[in-house]
């Protein structure tokens, strides 16, 4: 157990200069394809209503897909709300297949395959030779890159206004579903 520590520990440490964007901040704009390979456009989501943004590592991610499955259990919830929730990760959209259809899962699961708009939310980050070493992420990646996301979640107003952001080093850390539908309730009541 003490080396699975260090090892979280060396890729906790790799990540934690990571801030992503903060609340007052605007969104930026993005088209990636869904799990389908259909373009899926943030400004179009927005219109309909509020968005939650979730980042995740990979369909590879035992801790990313018990997040997944954590907001699909409140979906009914968000939608009270018409929040539209939006998941992203660096893979393929046969990948973002695979964690939609293992995961039962609602929503919009989308490829980010050459990192673009990780890049543009300041989640990219590299975990080190260490965990290269013991995973591949050229493989699992869809460009063939070796970085990862910062698991996130923002929480997005119609004007492109974060509204809340939760950005952890420790990838172990997501924003509870709770803490998001609070959000919600605060800000269209």
């Not at 219109?47 to 499955?69: S, T």
């Not at 992203?88 to 297949?97: E, F, G, M, N, V």
């Not at 975990?127 to 063939?144: A, E, T």
């Not at 970085?147 to 080093?169: G, Q, Y």
Request: glycine share 6%.
């Amino acid at each position: 157990m003490d080396k699975l520590e260090g090892f979280q520990k060396l890729v906790i440490a790799n990540a934690s200069d990571v801030t992503g964007i903060k609340p007052g901040e605007k969104a930026p704009n993005f088209c990636l394809p869904n799990a389908f390979g259909d373009p899926i456009s943030l400004s179009d989501c927005l219109k309909l209503g509020p968005i939650v943004l979730k980042f995740y590592r990979g369909e590879w991610c035992p801790i990313c897909n018990f997040d997944l499955r954590e907001i699909q259990k409140h979906l009914s919830e968000f939608n009270k709300f018409n929040a539209k929730i939006l998941a992203i990760s660096p893979q393929k959209p046969d990948d973002a297949l695979n964690i939609l259809q293992k995961n039962e899962l609602g929503f919009e699961v989308l490829s980010d395959i050459d990192q673009g708009v990780i890049k543009a939310y300041n989640l990219q980050f590299d975990p080190g030779d260490n965990y290269h070493q013991r995973r591949d992420l050229s493989v699992l990646n869809g460009d063939g890159s070796v970085t990862l996301p910062v698991p996130a979640t923002f929480v997005i107003d119609t004007n492109f206004k974060i509204i809340a952001s939760h950005v952890e080093a420790n990838y172990t850390q997501r924003m509870p579903s709770k803490d998001i539908i609070e959000i919600l309730k605060k800000t269209y009541k």
